[in-house]
């Protein structure tokens, strides 16, 4: 990814000035990234243009580093507009992405609510733990019980071999952002690899959308894998959020959520997004809902 | 009875990919087999994840009854978190189900066709 100057308007992925988490924002982007890659003639440059990105939800870095790195993949020289906004040039280089690709020098984070933009082998379990150990848990400098930090560190864990299992990806992007003001922490995992409609329509008789496969891959007991007792990836981390934070998954048309209440919705993408992006966001507050783990499990037991 | 401490099986903190989820499968299979009890100890296992439970333990039902799992196999449980304890709870729940519906298609599939 190199920096320059934007001449060529028709290779240019504009970004949103808002740039949030929703639909309109990710639909508006695939929209732009299949339009550049279907365009005829010279199709060996990509520009991202954050000219007037006022506002950029930190984690969703994630999101476009796929979308650099598919290009890439189709042997695209990507580039970034010089003119890019200021305070979106300090978020993408507090969370080292222009660092990554040679776009700009790592800045300190002064408030210590960036996670840092990593792509890693996704059989590198070792290098994944100690960036959640030794990274993302100890730079939440707000007192969390022992158990809302196993949850999070094992609903991350979850989702980082679910993405492997489905997309048989080498490579996972992740990256996050502290809400200190707001409590909360988002993070950003995501593949290029085979999308987890694509998936489930192969692997299922069933003639499923998106987002129906989608709803189907988060229920209990529903796997792509051939093996009787797996399917409860997703549905854990879907469950253990429930009054603890939401969920969104978009991949290839697929935009689906679901919220802090348990309420699930979804909207189908104008066009597709080359591979899987989960974003989960925990709140850091301890909340009631934590009452579900206080299982005697003295008097259960457990029993085959 | 014999104390089958994980971390020190899978020589890790981490229960999460399917290499080391299998080799603790392959373990408690022989143990049944050598028809040998074993305690399940989860001491210090900092990560437990269903895809790393789902080989491990779910697969077992593929090996033997419950009745019969149950008197060779037994968990204990205060080695785990709450979480832990949930999610191996839920495992279990799911493959069990799982065999006796498939059992039942089985079954129905030899009424239709003989």
């Not at chain 1, 490579?171 to 085979?194: E, W």
């Amino acid at each position: 990814m190199r920096e320059e100057i934007v001449i060529e308007i028709k290779n240019i992925i504009k970004m949103p000035s808002n740039f949030i988490l929703n639909f309109a924002n990710i639909n508006r982007v695939v929209k732009q990234f299949n339009h550049l890659v279907n365009l005829d003639g010279d199709n060996s440059k990509a520009y991202f243009n954050f000219a007037d990105t006022n506002w950029f939800n930190a984690e969703l870095t994630t999101f476009i580093g796929t979308l650099v790195s598919s290009l890439q993949q189709m042997d695209y020289t990507v580039y970034i507009s010089k003119n890019i906004n200021s305070r979106t040039k300090t978020i993408l280089q507090k969370n080292g992405f222009l660092a990554m690709y040679k776009l700009g020098e790592k800045i300190s984070d002064t408030y210590d609510s960036t996670i840092p933009y990593i792509v890693v082998k996704s059989e590198e379990i070792k290098q994944i733990d100690s960036y959640l150990e030794e990274i993302v848990i100890p730079k939440i400098n707000y007192h969390m019980s022992s158990e809302k930090v196993e949850i999070i560190n094992s609903a991350l864990f979850e989702v980082i071999h679910n993405i492997k299992d489905h997309s048989q990806s080498d490579l996972v992007f992740m990256c996050g952002q502290y809400y200190h003001k707001n409590r909360k922490l988002v993070f950003a995992i995501a593949d290029t690899g085979v999308t987890i409609p694509v998936n489930v329509q192969k692997n299922t008789n069933e003639n499923f959308s998106d987002n129906e496969s989608i709803s189907w891959a988060v229920e209990k007991g529903n796997s792509t894998k051939n093996i009787p007792s797996s399917g409860l990836g997703l549905y854990d981390i879907k469950e253990n959020l429930r009054g603890q934070g939401s969920l969104c998954i978009v991949s290839n048309f697929a935009y689906w959520e679901v919220q802090k209440s348990g309420k699930c919705s979804s909207r189908e993408l104008a066009a597709s997004y080359p591979g899987s992006l989960i974003i989960i966001s925990f709140s850091l507050d301890d909340t009631s809902e934590n009452n579900k783990y206080n299982l005697d499990r003295e008097t259960d037991g457990l029993f085959f | 009875m014999e104390r089958i401490v994980i971390k020190d099986i899978i020589k890790t903190d981490l229960a999460v990919t399917a290499d080391k989820a299998q080799y603790l499968f392959q373990l408690l299979a022989s143990k049944i087999k050598e028809e040998n009890p074993v305690l399940i100890d989860f001491t210090d296992i900092r990560i437990l994840t269903t895809a790393f439970l789902n080989i491990a333990i779910g697969e077992l039902y593929r090996v033997e009854k419950s009745e019969i799992l149950n008197k060779y196999i037994s968990f204990d449980v205060n080695t785990m978190t709450n979480l832990q304890f949930s999610k191996i709870k839920m495992v279990m729940s799911n493959s069990k189900e799982k065999l006796s519906k498939r059992q039942e298609e089985e079954i129905e599939e030899v009424i239709l066709h003989g």
